[in-house]
Each structure stands twice: as C-alpha cells, then as structure tokens.
C-alpha cells in the first residue's frame, strides 16, 4: 500500500460547505480521512488557497482539439484537455448521428467507463425539436421510438447516464417514463414544449435539464415556456452554461441563488475549448469559432462552448454567486445529478480527485484517483 498523504488547506471545501483550514489524507486512490481542526501530524502538502473535490462535467462534447465519438485518440485528448483544467470526472456527451453511428459510438465509449475513465455516456440526441436543434444536423432528427432506445442502451452495455429529450416530439412521454424507469436520467432539452407539456415530462420520470433557457422557448410572462417549470420544480437538476455568453451572468447567479442545490455547471464544450480559434466539425456541421465564441459557420447559432470548468466556477463567482454554491455546482451537484459514486465530495472512501485553486480560483494542481496529474 502507497504512503498516506497529508494535504492541509486554507479553505476547503467538505461535505458541509466551504471551510477554514481543512485537510484530508489520501491513501491509494482514495481518501482516508479528511477533519476542520488541527492536522494530526506535519503536512505533506500545504495549499494556501483553496482545496476542492475534482470538478464533475456531466456534458461535454470535446476540448483539446478533439471531440467524443469512436476515435479513442481523440477521447483521450479530451479527457486529459479538461482534466488539466481541474475536472476529475467526466461524462463524454454525443451530438445527433444516425442510429448505426450512434450505437457504434457508445460500444466505443463504453470502453472507457468500463476502466474508469469515463463515467457515462450522454446522447444529446437524436430525439430533438427542428425548431431548436441548435448544433444538430436536422435530417438526422427522430421520433423517440422504444426499440431503437433500447437498442442505442444495449450497444453501450447500459453506461447511458443521460438522454436529453424534447418530449412534445410524438411518443416523447412515453420516451420519458421508459428511459426513467431504465434508470437513465432525462433531461429536457432541444425542445419546444410549453409549460404544461413540460409539467408532463417531469411527471413521467424527466429529472434534468439540458442548459437551461438555451435551445427552449424563451420565458415570457404570459407564456413561460419549459423554462419556469424546470426552474422551479424542486425535483429538477438545471444545467447552466456559464461562460457570459450562453446566459447573462447575472440570470446565472439568480438561478444558482434560487436552487443552490440543484444548480449544475456544465461546459457543453466542442474541440475548441482550451485550444485554438478556427474552423471546426461538430457533428458533421460546420463550426467557426471567433473570440472562443463557437457558432455554426455562416449562421449565429452557437455551437456549444469553448469552456472548462474552472472557468465557469470564476464567472460564477465574478457574477457575485457565494464560492461555496459555485464549487459545490461543480462537483457535488453534478454527481448526484447522474448518482456518480465516489466522486463530488471530500469524504472517507471516496477518490482521491482533488482539485487545488488559488485565491483566484485558478487550477493550481490536480490529483486523480490519487495521483497528481497536474
């Protein structure tokens, strides 16, 4: 067995919310012990800012150049792009495909979750609205329909974590009940539904949402659309893309205030984040990215972001949100949104993924199941 290692902090966060000089000691890959006293021998390592559970991205498309997909090279440069940028944990998210490049893609996903380097798959997609499909190839839009569900499951040897729904499209509620009662979370999305409509998807099994008010009908006062149902069922887990762009940040800092505990930051990365501007693919679309601003070519639809994670949590925190509502939206919050065991939090038996911030909230170090990665 590994020598136990001793990491003492000047804040950290535990289970209980953010705290004054905390430390944790991690044997193997996990944590042993972790307590908000005295340390009981000398530190190893001593962080003077801030220690957090490795961050949690449960929807991301790509970084580092690359996408998720079926070419491993590229899911490697993904997984290692965001994990330099303090995220431990990911689900690797899929863009619309036929049904027989799907299935394909999340045989070779599964290979990854299988050894522990992904933890699930999310198909965002195909079953969305034309009308807000966003980054999606529209002739390759479907009908949920149950049998090629259970087919897409079977092909990833069930590591589907998340389907993201638009549940007005016909057999949509009965999509929902199935996938819930298959224990895959649903998050709505990419969709056009109202408010009752919504209201139905939740009452059939949908617990999530895919980047709130993002591809969805705007909130208006006599017609508020997905967003408010989402919004304020206590039930539902709202992903928000943090980045200034996709929501004004102060819309994001009124969510997070409202529904601290269901609050989920999410990238909704492509290939550009953390990499260069320029000319890319996503899903067979076209994608220009100016400014680390990804759209469409052509057109100004976005196509999702260039984000990582550390850089929502300041933009969060910049937007006035307490850090300890912004750090636990990255990491305790997402886990318990896809019910990701071991991760998210600073406790006894779970891994060893730390993230080390400055007082700045920038990525200083990173350990992995244990192992400094960074």
Not at 252 to 262: C, G, I, L, R
Request: with cysteine.
């Amino acid at each position: 067995m590994s020598e136990p290692i001793l990491i003492a902090a000047a804040s950290m966060l535990t289970p209980f919310g953010l705290i004054d000089n905390g430390w944790v000691e991690v044997v193997g890959d996990r944590i042993e012990v972790w307590g908000d006293s005295t340390p009981p021998r000398e530190p190893d390592i001593r962080i003077e800012g801030v220690l957090s559970p490795g961050f949690v991205d449960v929807h991301s498309h790509g970084g580092g150049g690359a996408n998720f997909g079926d070419d491993p090279d590229q899911i490697e440069t993904v997984l290692a792009t965001h994990l330099a940028h303090g995220t431990t944990t990911m689900v690797g998210s899929l863009v619309t495909a036929g049904l027989d490049d799907l299935a394909h893609q999340v045989e070779v996903m599964s290979t990854f979750v299988a050894d522990g380097r992904l933890a699930g798959t999310h198909l965002e997609g195909p079953w969305l609205a034309t009308k807000y499909k966003g980054a999606h190839t529209e002739k390759l839009l479907l009908d949920p329909r149950i049998d090629d569900i259970a087919r897409i499951l079977e092909a990833s040897h069930h590591t589907v974590k998340m389907v993201t729904m638009a549940p007005e499209k016909t057999g949509g509620i009965e999509a929902v009940s199935y996938l819930a009662d298959h224990g895959v979370m649903v998050a709505i999305g990419h969709t056009a539904a109202d408010f009752d409509t919504t209201q139905a998807a939740i009452a059939a099994g949908a617990r999530g949402t895919t980047h709130l008010f993002n591809a969805m009908p705007d909130l208006l006062h006599r017609s508020p659309g997905p967003a408010l149902a989402l919004w304020r069922d206590p039930r539902v887990w709202v992903e928000l893309i943090c980045d200034g762009v996709h929501v004004h940040p102060a819309l994001v800092a009124e969510v997070m205030q409202t529904k601290a505990d269901h609050a989920v930051l999410v990238t909704d990365a492509m290939a550009a984040a953390a990499f260069d501007d320029g000319d890319y693919s996503l899903g067979g679309l076209p994608v220009e990215v100016r400014d680390s601003v990804a759209r469409i070519a052509g057109t100004s639809t976005i196509a999702g972001s260039t984000l990582t994670l550390d850089r929502a949590v300041r933009t969060a925190i910049g937007a006035g949100v307490d850090p300890g509502v912004v750090l636990q939206a990255a990491t305790a919050n997402p886990a318990d949104y896809l019910g990701l065991e071991g991760v998210g939090r600073i406790t006894k038996g779970n891994f060893a993924d730390l993230t080390c911030l400055d007082a700045d909230f920038n990525v200083t170090r990173v350990m992995r199941r244990g192992v400094w990665a960074k």
